[in-house]
Structure formats: C-alpha cells, structure tokens
C-alpha cells in the first residue's frame, strides 16, 4: 500500500469527530466574545491559525493541481508569525506571552498556541486523528475561559498535562512505524515520483520543496537548484560516497547486512536528488528507506523560538506523566519488534552554513526545577536502554556526511565542491598516517595537551593500559565509513588521572556559540565550567549546564581524539566558515574531547579491529563499566565534542611508563617522523 492509501485506512472513523472540531474552531474564529476582552485576540488568532492547517491540508490533497505560486504563498503564511520581528508580537513568545496574558495565563497558553503548530505537519502528512485530537484541546480549553474564575489557571496546566499524558501511545506508535515501516513513509512518494529537475515556477522554486509543509527558504531552493545543475554520473557519485560508508560499517564492524531490510534515511530539504540516488543504492543493499518528519528537516524560521520552546513540558512534567511515556514506547516498540530487528540503523545527510546563533536568555522561557531534570535524565536513560533493547544497536551501523547550504556565503558552489574534496579524501594516506600516530599513542600512560597564545587549556588525559600489545590498540584509525570524511584517532580515556583545564575561545556546539569556554577536570569529571557568554556568571553556568552538561550535575570526559583533517581545516580558514562547520567536519580539525558518553555506548561488547587487525579495546572507562551491574550509573544520553583548533594548540605530547616524551604536534603542526604530509594544507 502507498502512504496515502495506509492514512486514509487510520482516518476511518475519525470523519464525524474531525469535522464536528473543525465546526467548532470556525465558530470560535468568527465569535470570541464569550471569553474575557483579556484573552480574546489570543483566541482569534489561535483559531485562525487552525483553519489556515486545514487549509493547508486541503491544499496537500491537491498539490499536484496547484501553482507553485500559491504553494509557496501557504508556506510562508503558515510560518509568518515566528519569522523575524514578527516573533517580538507573536503568542508563540513566552515575553510576549506573559505581557499580554499576564504571569498566570501566560506560560500555559504559549505552551498551547506552539503545540497548535504541530497540526501543520499534520496537515501536509494527511493525519486526521492528531489534528483532531489538537482541535479538541483548543476548545476545551476555550471552553474553560468562558467561564473563567480562579480554578481556571490549574484547570489549563491540567488540560495540556492530560493532553500530553493521553495521547502518548499514540505519538509514540506513530514514531516508531515510521522508522521501521517503509509504508509509513510519507516522503516516499516525494522522493521517487516528484519531478526533481522541472521548476514549474520561477519565483516559488522547484514545486516539491513544498509538498513536505517544512519551511522553504532560499537555502532550500538554491539547494535544490544547484543539485539539479549537476550531471547523473555526479549525483550518483555524491549518493554512492553516503551508501558505500553505510555499507563498509557493515563489513568494517564484522556484521551481517543481509539480515536488515530497512534503512532510515535523514536530509535537508533541497538534496532531493542526492536522496533519490541513494534510495536506488540502497535498494541494491536490499534496504528500503525509511523517513520520518523529525528526520528531514529545512532552515529554522526562528532559532530563538526553538531555544525559547525546548522545556516546555516543565509546565507540568511529573514522574507519572515520564513512565508514561516509557510505557507508550514500550507499546510501540512491541507492536513493531519484527520489523524493529530487521532495522538496519540511520544514514544522515547533514547541512552546515547557517549564521552562528547567540541566544538570548529569557526569564519567561520555561525551564526544568532540580526535580525535572532528574526525571528527564533518568527518562533519556530508559528510553535508551528501552530502543536498544528492540534496535540491537551491536546489530546496526550508520553513516553521516555533511554539506554547505547557500547561506554559507556568496562562495556557496565553490565550498561545495571543496567539501566534495573533503569527503573523498584518499583513505590509504590517511590509514597511514593515523597508524604512525596510534603506534606511538599505544606505548603512552598519559598524553599531554597544551594551549597557546589566547588558549589556556593544560590538560592531562590518562590512557587505558594494554594487555597485549601484539594484538590490541587503545585507539580507533577513524577512516570514511560510517564517520564521513576521514580525519580522527579516538580513545576512551581512564578518568582516573584525567586531570586539568580545557579552554576554547569560541567554540559552536549544536549550533549555539559559547565564548572562552572553560572546563575543569578531576578524575576524568567536570568539577568546574564556566563562560563569558552572560555578564551574569549563574546564566553562564546554567546555558552550560542545559545544553553540554545534559540538566547533569558532572560529566566524565568520555573520548579524547586527535584530528587529522587539515585539508577541512584549510578550507575552514580559506573561507571563513570555522564557525559554521559542522561537529562532524570540527571534530577533525584538532585534538577534541567530548564529555558524556563514550563512542561505544551500549556497544562495548561488540568487537572491532583496526586496518592493522588488532582490536580496539578502549572502550569503557570506569563509569560506562557500572553497565555490567549498575546500568542506571553508566550512561548520560549525551557526547559533546569540544575541539581545540591547531591555531589554538601549543603542543600534544606522548609520555610513556618510563616518563619519555613524545611530541606529536607542536604550535600547530604535526612534528612525528611519518605526519608531516598532514602539514601541506595547513602551509598552502
């Protein structure tokens, strides 16, 4: 059955209810006058806002028969309010929110009016039920301000709390059909029918950026355009470099492809063709994809409003309301266990480019109490160990590759091409190299890490110990497989011993700038961390804490790495986009560290090797280990890599049990007999 023939089938039984809440939010559009004057432009403009998704819905229905001009004029109504200075007066804003509303109706009804916009990406996938379900929870609450006295603020949080708590089955069972069933894919149709080279209207751009109900910006248009500048044999070529790494992390990992069936594909709006390559690659892999909505994505209307919106169930999160979510992902994982091991893991097309984001700190954004954030952490741990239990991550692989969006600058083409460079490096060269590295980083006790100039970092990072030289390494020779480009060796430190200052001057991590970011080891663990992006040191500590430190109280640090890609480092400096890189193509820039997890999470059983044969065994430190009998100890649901640029490097060194130094890079340039290739680009 095709997506749509599978949606109609679920909308059975839904038509009376869905059209008897569809009645309801006309009569509210057109009469708000049974509610308070307080609240009755929030209420108009909310209602308004739902008959403009249906008809958007009607619109999808359609959107063959439609001009691009007028599937264009949808998008950006259906984005207008969040865009720009339009946020500064939008409901969606919690500043705004609370002046207009008032501190008690405020934080709920902003939480409303944003779950409101989750019916767009209903619409445009033909999901009756949730846009019913979401029109419902309007009127109920409308309905409660009409006759508003002091029981109505609670009976808001209670209304959105059971909201939440109600239909999570629901919202989890829709998830995980869609990462396992490849009939549940409603960019499916997209990918293999839409007319990927055809513009049927100038100004609007290629009709079936559209049809997804994403925002569609410039990026998203000149994406698609210059994809579709580019020959078969190139888009092949660019598709086969993501499946063939997909491929060798099955071959490289020693595991079995032939038992998978599906593959979960993730991109940006734009790299349509790319993906349709990839799809027929993957078919001869005997993989059929997968796409969810949270796995294909386009430009942010609003960063602020992503930043401002990310606790929003602080509102009323509870205990009960996070076991219930376990107990619907649960559901959901049993409902689809058959196809869940036949799963053969994600391949991510990510884009780079956009301009560095600061955020800006805002008192009326929701944020998690100290209990709340001990409930979110124990519930990211349990729905981990939850997936893996169904996925059998030991029995999956990935591959991720990374390019430039227009908004990089007026170099787009070029970088892109440079970037096509980067990722096709010669793997032989590096294998090479990265041994030389290995060779003497696996006779070490402890490796040494020094800042220069600007850069404070003094850090010590302790080593595993070998057991048997002739046959085991401490670090993996990263290669373009899974981790594309090439680029990196890796360990998972000792924490004991682990011990000093880590310091970047600037530094983006998932998009969000951080200035002097200073980290302070013992043990392994952050004992201290601060910035300077806040003149107030607790809203530096607390931007810290909420986005590298998971909501945690420490961190250990849980990979140590030297990167080896300075032909990306080059490019980077050429043309002035060090900020924008991604973390995959960063992380390859310098030495880095990541706190959190080690690279093997729930993986450490499953044995690897290098290209020299012998096996990588590093991959615990003395907190991961609790696995084997404290599981709810060992891991934290996050790996932030922080990484030191060769401009900022003074010096790495190698010390062995007798004390001997090694020096493998000093101010900036690789000095052990055998790297020296790696300096070339950084010359040039």
């Given at each position: 059955?095709?997506?749509?023939?599978?949606?109609?089938?679920?909308?059975?039984?839904?038509?009376?209810?869905?059209?008897?809440?569809?009645?309801?939010?006309?009569?509210?559009?057109?009469?708000?006058?049974?509610?308070?004057?307080?609240?009755?432009?929030?209420?108009?403009?909310?209602?308004?806002?739902?008959?403009?998704?249906?008809?958007?819905?009607?619109?999808?229905?359609?959107?063959?028969?439609?001009?691009?001009?007028?599937?264009?004029?949808?998008?950006?109504?259906?984005?207008?309010?969040?865009?720009?200075?339009?946020?500064?007066?939008?409901?969606?804003?919690?500043?705004?929110?609370?002046?207009?509303?008032?501190?008690?109706?405020?934080?709920?009804?902003?939480?409303?009016?944003?779950?409101?916009?989750?019916?767009?990406?209903?619409?445009?996938?033909?999901?009756?039920?949730?846009?019913?379900?979401?029109?419902?929870?309007?009127?109920?609450?409308?309905?409660?301000?009409?006759?508003?006295?002091?029981?109505?603020?609670?009976?808001?949080?209670?209304?959105?709390?059971?909201?939440?708590?109600?239909?999570?089955?629901?919202?989890?069972?829709?998830?995980?059909?869609?990462?396992?069933?490849?009939?549940?894919?409603?960019?499916?149709?997209?990918?293999?029918?839409?007319?990927l080279t055809k513009e049927s209207c100038e100004a609007a751009g290629p009709d079936y950026l559209y049809y997804?109900?994403?925002?569609?910006?410039?990026?998203?248009?000149?994406?698609?355009?210059?994809?579709?500048?580019?020959?078969?044999?190139?888009?092949?070529?660019?598709?086969?470099?993501?499946?063939?790494?997909?491929?060798?992390?099955?071959?490289?990992?020693?595991?079995?492809?032939?038992?998978?069936?599906?593959?979960?594909?993730?991109?940006?709006?734009?790299?349509?063709?790319?993906?349709?390559?990839?799809?027929?690659?993957?078919?001869?892999?005997?993989?059929?994809?997968?796409?969810?909505?949270?796995?294909?994505?386009?430009?942010?209307?609003?960063?602020?409003?992503?930043?401002?919106?990310?606790?929003?169930?602080?509102?009323?999160?509870?205990?009960?309301?996070?076991?219930?979510?376990?107990?619907?992902?649960?559901?959901?994982?049993?409902?689809?266990?058959?196809?869940?091991?036949?799963?053969?893991?994600?391949?991510?097309?990510?884009?780079?480019?956009?301009?560095?984001?600061?955020?800006?700190?805002?008192?009326?954004?929701?944020?998690?109490?100290?209990?709340?954030?001990?409930?979110?952490?124990?519930?990211?741990?349990?729905?981990?160990?939850?997936?893996?239990?169904?996925?059998?991550?030991?029995?999956?692989?990935?591959?991720?590759?990374?390019?430039?969006?227009?908004?990089?600058?007026?170099?787009?083409?070029?970088?892109?091409?440079?970037?096509?460079?980067?990722?096709?490096?010669?793997?032989?060269?590096?294998?090479?190299?990265?041994?030389?590295?290995?060779?003497?980083?696996?006779?070490?006790?402890?490796?040494?890490?020094?800042?220069?100039?600007?850069?404070?970092?003094?850090?010590?990072?302790?080593?595993?110990?070998?057991?048997?030289?002739?046959?085991e390494t401490l670090f993996e020779n990263c290669l373009a497989d899974v981790n594309i480009p090439v680029g990196?060796?890796?360990?998972?430190?000792?924490?004991?011993?682990?011990?000093?200052?880590?310091?970047?001057?600037?530094?983006?991590?998932?998009?969000?700038?951080?200035?002097?970011?200073?980290?302070?080891?013992?043990?392994?663990?952050?004992?201290?961390?601060?910035?300077?992006?806040?003149?107030?040191?607790?809203?530096?500590?607390?931007?810290?804490?909420?986005?590298?430190?998971?909501?945690?109280?420490?961190?250990?640090?849980?990979?140590?790495?030297?990167?080896?890609?300075?032909?990306?480092?080059?490019?980077?400096?050429?043309?002035?986009?060090?900020?924008?890189?991604?973390?995959?193509?960063?992380?390859?820039?310098?030495?880095?560290?990541?706190?959190?997890?080690?690279?093997?999470?729930?993986?450490?059983?499953?044995?690897?090797?290098?290209?020299?044969?012998?096996?990588?065994?590093?991959?615990?430190?003395?907190?991961?280990?609790l696995r084997k009998t404290e599981i709810e100890k060992a891991y934290f649901n996050c790996h932030t890599d922080?990484?030191?640029?060769?401009?900022?490097?003074?010096?790495?060194?190698?010390?062995?049990?007798?004390?001997?130094?090694?020096?493998?890079?000093?101010?900036?340039?690789?000095?052990?007999?055998?790297?020296?290739?790696?300096?070339?680009?950084?010359?040039?």
């Amino acid at each position: 059955m095709s997506y749509m023939e599978v949606i109609k089938e679920e909308n059975k039984g839904m038509e009376e209810r869905y059209e008897l809440a569809t009645s309801r939010i006309q009569e509210i559009a057109a009469d708000v006058g049974s509610v308070g004057a307080s609240y009755q432009e929030y209420f108009k403009k909310a209602a308004d806002f739902l008959l403009l998704t249906e008809k958007a819905a009607k619109m999808t229905e359609a959107r063959e028969k439609t001009e691009g001009a007028k599937l264009k004029e949808m998008n950006e109504a259906l984005y207008e309010d969040i865009r720009n200075e339009a946020y500064e007066t939008s409901y969606t804003n919690p500043s705004y929110a609370n002046e207009r509303l008032g501190k008690d109706y405020g934080p709920a009804l902003c939480v409303l009016y944003t779950l409101l916009r989750k019916n767009i990406a209903y619409a445009y996938e033909g999901l009756m039920a949730e846009r019913t379900f979401t029109m419902e929870l309007f009127i109920e609450i409308f309905n409660l301000f009409e006759d508003e006295d002091e029981t109505t603020v609670q009976a808001v949080k209670s209304a959105l709390y059971y909201f939440d708590s109600d239909y999570t089955e629901v919202r989890c069972r829709e998830n995980t059909k869609r990462l396992f069933l490849p009939e549940y894919g409603f960019a499916t149709a997209i990918i293999k029918d839409a007319d990927l080279t055809k513009e049927s209207c100038e100004a609007a751009g290629p009709d079936y950026l559209y049809y997804y109900g994403e925002l569609v910006t410039e990026n998203e248009i000149k994406t698609a355009r210059y994809l579709n500048s580019l020959s078969k044999e190139k888009i092949e070529a660019l598709a086969r470099t993501y499946t063939e790494g997909f491929r060798l992390g099955f071959v490289n990992g020693r595991l079995d492809l032939s038992i998978k069936n599906t593959v979960e594909i993730r991109y940006h709006l734009g790299f349509e063709r790319i993906v349709r390559a990839a799809v027929e690659q993957f078919s001869e892999l005997g993989l059929c994809p997968t796409f969810r909505r949270t796995a294909i994505v386009s430009s942010r209307a609003n960063r602020q409003y992503d930043y401002d919106h990310r606790y929003d169930d602080a509102l009323y999160l509870d205990k009960a309301l996070a076991d219930r979510r376990i107990s619907g992902m649960t559901a959901a994982y049993e409902e689809v266990k058959e196809a869940a091991g036949k799963f053969a893991g994600p391949a991510l097309i990510e884009v780079f480019g956009e301009q560095p984001f600061a955020p800006k700190a805002k008192e009326e954004a929701l944020s998690y109490n100290e209990k709340q954030q001990k409930l979110m952490v124990d519930y990211r741990r349990n729905a981990s160990i939850l997936g893996n239990k169904y996925i059998k991550m030991e029995e999956t692989s990935f591959t991720i590759i990374a390019y430039p969006i227009p908004e990089i600058g007026d170099n787009f083409n070029e970088i892109f091409d440079e970037t096509v460079k980067v990722n096709t490096l010669d793997m032989d060269l590096y294998r090479d190299i990265q041994q030389k590295l290995i060779d003497v980083l696996d006779q070490g006790e402890y490796v040494h890490i020094l800042g220069m100039g600007k850069n404070h970092t003094n850090l010590k990072v302790a080593l595993q110990k070998l057991s048997d030289p002739e046959k085991e390494t401490l670090f993996e020779n990263c290669l373009a497989d899974v981790n594309i480009p090439v680029g990196e060796v890796f360990t998972s430190p000792r924490l004991s011993g682990t011990n000093g200052v880590l310091h970047v001057s600037e530094v983006y991590l998932r998009e969000l700038k951080y200035l002097d970011l200073e980290l302070t080891f013992e043990d392994g663990k952050i004992a201290d961390y601060t910035c300077k992006n806040f003149s107030e040191e607790a809203e530096n500590k607390k931007f810290i804490k909420e986005n590298i430190m998971n909501q945690q109280e420490t961190l250990p640090i849980g990979e140590f790495a030297i990167g080896t890609n300075t032909t990306a480092y080059a490019m980077a400096r050429k043309y002035g986009i060090s900020g924008k890189l991604p973390i995959l193509i960063a992380e390859k820039t310098g030495p880095h560290f990541a706190v959190g997890d080690t690279c093997f999470r729930m993986q450490e059983e499953v044995k690897t090797f290098g290209p020299d044969g012998k096996e990588m065994v590093a991959k615990d430190n003395e907190i991961s280990i609790l696995r084997k009998t404290e599981i709810e100890k060992a891991y934290f649901n996050c790996h932030t890599d922080i990484t030191i640029p060769y401009d900022e490097l003074g010096e790495i060194s190698v010390y062995d049990k007798n004390g001997i130094r090694t020096i493998l890079i000093k101010d900036g340039r690789f000095v052990l007999p055998g790297t020296e290739e790696l300096n070339k680009a950084l010359d040039a």
